[in-house]
């Protein structure tokens, strides 16, 4: 699968991005960047391990990947409560058609969008 340099629209709260008309809870901007970097990094480390403990079929082993996973994400912001104030509403997951953000998401652009993810 090929992957494109453009990054995904951002609603215009700055909480989420919008992968394939799904709302995706953003890193918590408040982090510095040296710890965005870091939990960044260990994000990726435990990825990685996901894929070799499933090559090599070792259950316990991706079971602790998928935890370091969950860990980093919350670490990050992107799961567990929200890192915004004001008591608004989580739509993480949530279709963006079907959210407050519907409107903003009517007016984004796509195809182009999907154009240029595709390299076109």
């Known amino acids: 699968m090929a992957r494109s340099s453009e990054p995904p629209p951002i609603t215009p709260d700055g909480r989420y991005i919008v992968v394939r008309g799904r709302l995706w809870r953003r890193a918590n901007p408040h982090l510095s ?19 070799v403990a499933k090559r090599l079929a070792e259950e316990g082993a991706e079971i602790a990947a998928h935890a370091a996973v969950d860990r980093a994400k919350h670490d990050l912001g992107e799961r567990g409560p929200a890192w915004w104030d004001g008591g608004a509403a989580d739509y993480n997951r949530h279709l963006a058609k079907n959210t407050p953000y519907a409107d903003w998401w009517a007016g984004v652009d ?8 595709q390299g076109k």
């Open 110 to 117: 796509q195809g182009a969008t999907a154009a240029k993810r």
């Open 33 to 51: 960047e040296a710890l965005r970097q870091r939990l960044v990094d260990t994000l990726m480390d435990a990825r990685r391990a996901v894929a």
